[in-house]
């Protein structure tokens, strides 16, 4: 068992919170139970380590199970080597150490999506995991990060997805012309949206939203570069019908991929 919070190997583990020792070990940190539980049922093929308090592992014993059909033998730590490990106050007995992976455009667009969701600077970690979350739910085929949005494996972006992560393609890295080029290229109808949009009822009403659709989603202060406006087909709002001052992206983007999913079910 690991009981010393300050040992090389604890350290190393809780030094992936940062973005730089991700980037030079191309590992990321994942936290608690359900996200461990997602992991090793959709990507055990990339859990490298897996920690756990001996009260987690025995509540939580089908995360054992699954852990040990992949093969991948259980460390027991210390309640205080685990909270030396975690990013949270409350990591919930679990930490695994897994392997960053991330999709191109091109596994994007070779399956012929007809739902992305496309970020563009989108700074705040808990909305851009929760997007991720709420594209897996709506079923949307893929989320793409461009420009300068989030890095994907930062710790909150990670737990914000409660494990949506592992079950859809997410992309990183490219332009917004290259990516809205792409989705047009794909026969895609690129919605943004953007409080200077028109009524998304319009939209409801006019059937675009069973189209093929990739929305766009801008930064939290800033709204959608000129670029991107320039570049998509319509703009789009969600309405406010009380007395809200705005919406909080994540819940506006939650609104829009659900709209289309209803629209492409119909």
Request: net charge negative; charged share 20%; hydrophobic share 45%.
């Amino acid at each position: 068992m690991l009981d010393n919070p300050r040992s090389p190997r604890v350290r190393a583990v809780a030094k992936l919170a940062k973005k730089s020792a991700r980037a030079d070990t191309g590992y990321f940190l994942l936290e608690g139970p359900q996200a461990a539980r997602e992991a090793l049922t959709w990507r055990p093929e990339l859990v490298v380590d897996l920690f756990a308090t001996t009260h987690a592992f025995h509540k939580h014993d089908d995360v054992a199970v699954l852990a040990r059909h992949a093969g991948i033998e259980t460390e027991f730590v210390t309640d205080q080597v685990l909270d030396a490990m975690a990013d949270t106050v409350t990591p919930q007995g679990f930490v695994a150490v897994c392997r960053m992976f991330t999709s191109s455009l091109d596994d994007v667009f070779a399956v012929q999506p007809k739902l992305i969701a496309v970020l563009e600077e989108v700074r705040d970690p808990g909305n851009a995991g929760t997007i991720i979350r709420a594209a897996d739910s709506a079923g949307a085929d893929a989320v793409v990060f461009s420009g300068h949005t989030v890095d994907l494996y930062n710790p909150k972006v990670v737990r914000s997805t409660t494990g949506s992560l592992f079950h859809l393609p997410v992309a990183v890295g490219s332009g917004i012309g290259d990516v809205l080029g792409r989705a047009k290229a794909a026969g895609l109808h690129v919605i943004a949206a953007d409080m200077a949009g028109d009524d998304l009822l319009v939209a409801r009403v006019s059937g675009e939203l069973a189209e093929p659709t990739a929305w766009v989603f801008g930064n939290e202060a800033h709204g959608l570069s000129d670029e991107a406006v320039a570049l998509v087909d319509r703009v789009i709002t969600v309405p406010i019908y009380g007395h809200a001052e705005s919406m909080n992206l994540a819940t506006a983007a939650s609104v829009c991929l659900y709209e289309s999913a209803f629209a492409q079910r119909a």
